[in-house]
């Protein structure tokens, strides 16, 4: 493939398009929007008959927030997504002892931990907002070296 600029021919180097690189990178930094109510509940944000996508950071708080909400093994018939979710659903209804919330953190961290896009988490705080109703609050850091926070009802 040649392009001519300014009278200059110049070859660019061809784009493996089935390469893994290529696949990983394409879908790193885009995701379908995610909007809030008033309740706390989220759904897909379409408009005009069609789904919103979203990049960046944005899509990175949107990626944590998709991993959280999903019950782990929701999508196992999907071959993409094995052993994709968060398992706090399943604690959810356990008394409230130190080890439930601490098994509520090792789950959150391991969730997002899984995520190729995260490469550190920086702290996460389980918010009771009242019996068995909680909510986590997250910070990470990308790949990218950006941060990022956000808050989810669980």
């Not at 990983?24 to 379908?32: A, P, Y």
């Not at 999907?78 to 706090?88: A, D, E, I, K, S």
């Not at 389980?126 to 009802?153: L, M, R």
Request: charged content about 30%.
């Amino acid at each position: 493939m040649e392009l001519e600029k300014l009278g200059e021919k110049k070859t660019m180097l061809p784009i493996d398009t089935s390469s893994y690189d290529y696949k990983f990178n394409k879908t790193l930094n885009e995701d379908v929007k995610l909007v809030s109510d008033e309740y706390g509940k989220y759904d897909l944000d379409i408009r005009n008959g069609d789904y919103i996508n979203i990049t960046g950071l944005n899509s990175l708080q949107n990626a944590c927030i998709i991993a959280i909400l999903t019950r782990y093994g929701e999508l196992r018939d999907n071959p993409t997504y094995q052993g994709f979710g968060c398992r706090v659903h399943d604690l959810i209804k356990d008394n409230k002892t130190r080890m439930f919330l601490y098994k509520l953190e090792i789950s959150l961290t391991e969730t997002l931990n899984r995520m190729r896009r995260i490469k550190t988490v920086n702290w996460l705080n389980i918010v009771e907002n009242d019996t068995h109703s909680y909510s986590v609050e997250f910070n990470v850091t990308s790949i990218n070296d950006e941060t990022i926070k956000g808050e989810v009802p669980l």
